[in-house]
Nanobody, 123 residues
């Protein structure tokens, strides 16, 4: 089970980025994916997640209306589309997975983590 997160970068406030989480060694039909972020000096926090069975998603209140999560089963990849980015969204973003149906934004539930991708929102 491996995850490869990518797509981070430097963007101005109000801009957009799309992060990708490419999965290998397993299929998304049986594994839920969670997105997390960690800013310097802060604890890792959940951003959102996607269920394995039906692809339904959950987003935390701070990103609801700005971020969306989707997946492409053919590419075995999950995406985090981030719009209207704010400086407080600056963090290293991680995707995580485990063989569960219903996703969660509790980091302790996931055993498998990608390496993280840096997102910096600054003018």
């Amino acid at each position: 089970v491996q995850l490869q997160a990518s797509g981070g970068g430097l963007v101005q406030p109000g801009g957009s980025l799309r992060l990708s989480c490419a999965a290998s060694g397993f299929t998304l039909d049986y594994y839920a994916i969670g997105w997390f972020r960690q800013a310097p000096g802060k604890e890792r926090e959940g951003v959102g997640c996607i269920n394995s069975n039906d692809g339904s998603t959950y987003l935390v209140d701070s990103v609801k209306g700005r971020f969306t999560i989707s997946r492409d089963n053919a590419k075995n990849t999950v995406y985090l589309q981030m719009n209207n980015l704010k400086p407080e969204d600056t963090a290293v973003y991680y995707c995580a997975t485990d063989r569960i149906i219903f996703c969660t934004v509790r980091p302790s539930v996931y055993d498998y983590w990608g390496q993280g991708t840096q997102v910096t929102v600054s003018s």
